[in-house]
């Protein structure tokens, strides 16, 4: 046969060949079949790494799976739970977006972001139901990191007493940041915010505490004591952002606050925002302050602020070293779709 002489082969042999080479009857010029890739099944994850895992998972998705994993539940409580937001009271905790609610005596509700997900009655009473919930999601923890914490009345006897909080933000109502400071790591200090009621529930703490004076942001709902007036106090405050909302704030205590800052110094930036229950109440209080401080009156039309409140006057009143300014004005913010008054005395530099 001619060398140049083209084979065609018959119309199997072709499909062999062309197709599936492999296969093809009788040659042995094509490489023999190869074994399949084998996929490996992945090593099952050790307690090391499922350590690392549930550390940084949603905290509503590890409670979630930790309570139906065995051999999770083992290592859950030395892996420190890291919360977006806690609060815990008397008669309920709110994980993140967790809820458990023991409202009715001999009875356990849980919610997932204020719907309800399913409870049912219990054999002890309501103060039990809680300390136990407590025990089973608190306790037996070696860290617990949450970035805001709210502590309610009536809390601290219901908590295990090992609990070891790193926090930024703390929050309390009807109760005193003191009772909680033995569950609080010191490394949480200087807070980012803290917030309270002042002052009749302080017990015998006042806002002369280094942990109030150190807070990045001070929240002061301040109530009312008698005749005794917090102003005294608020003034002295070290804090340079603080919010202050009040029922018992005089006419001349703005005046007093600005007279204090005047002699003793204030660090520029400070800002302190007063807001007030009854908006009238304000119109006195920044009148009061044009027969002191009439001659340092200004339109600040430098500032940035389009919010001012028209027909009250404005201030520019320097300290005594001169090199900064007390600008007190008065603005109308947005809360809840409504207005609100409020009186704002901030430091900047000249």
């Known amino acids: 046969m001619d060398k140049n002489t083209t084979t065609i082969l018959p119309f199997s042999m072709r499909y062999y060949s062309e197709k599936n080479p492999k296969r093809c009857p009788g040659r042995t010029n094509y490489p023999a079949p190869t074994r399949p890739n084998i996929i490996k ?28 994993t065995k051999s999770l539940k083992i290592i859950d409580k030395s892996i420190p739970l890291r919360l977006p937001t806690l609060q815990l009271c008397s008669d309920r905790i709110i994980i993140h977006n967790l809820g458990i609610r023991s409202v009715l005596q001999y009875r356990v509700d849980i919610f997932y972001k204020d719907q309800y997900v399913k409870g049912g009655m219990v054999s002890f009473s309501k103060i039990e139901a809680m300390r136990r919930v407590f025990k089973y999601y608190l306790g037996d ?55 309270m009621v002042y002052p009749e529930i302080l017990s015998n703490l006042t806002l002369d505490h280094p942990i109030v004076h150190s807070a990045g942001h001070l929240y002061l709902n301040v109530g009312t004591r008698g005749d005794q007036s ?16 009040s029922i018992s704030m005089k006419s001349d205590d703005c005046v007093k606050i600005i007279r204090y800052w005047m002699e ?60 900064a300014v007390i600008l007190a004005y008065t603005i109308f913010a947005m809360v809840d779709r409504r207005r609100e008054a409020r009186i704002v005395l901030n430091v900047v530099s000249t």
Do not use: W
């Open 41 to 68: 099944k992945p090593p099952v994850l050790t307690y090391p790494a499922l350590k690392c895992i549930l550390e940084f998972i949603d905290v509503t998705k590890r409670l979630n799976i930790t309570a139906r």
């Open 141 to 195: 923890r070696s860290n617990i990191y949450v970035d805001s914490i709210v502590f309610e009345e009536q809390v601290r006897n219901l908590l295990p007493p090992e609990l070891n909080f790193t926090i930024n933000k703390l929050e309390t109502h009807h109760c005193s940041f003191g009772e909680f400071l033995p569950v609080i790591n010191p490394n949480s200090f200087p807070l980012r915010k803290l917030s």
């Open 230 to 245: 917090p102003m005294s106090e608020i003034q002295k405050l070290h804090n340079k952002s603080a919010f202050i909302k």
């Open 264 to 323: 003793n110094g204030k660090e520029v930036g400070t800002k302190f925002i007063f807001t007030f229950y009854l908006p009238n109440c304000i119109v006195p209080m920044i009148k009061a302050l044009q027969e002191p401080f009439e001659e340092f009156q200004d339109k600040l039309e430098g500032l940035n602020e389009r919010r001012f409140i028209a027909g009250l006057p404005r201030f520019a009143i320097p300290i005594n070293n001169h090199s």
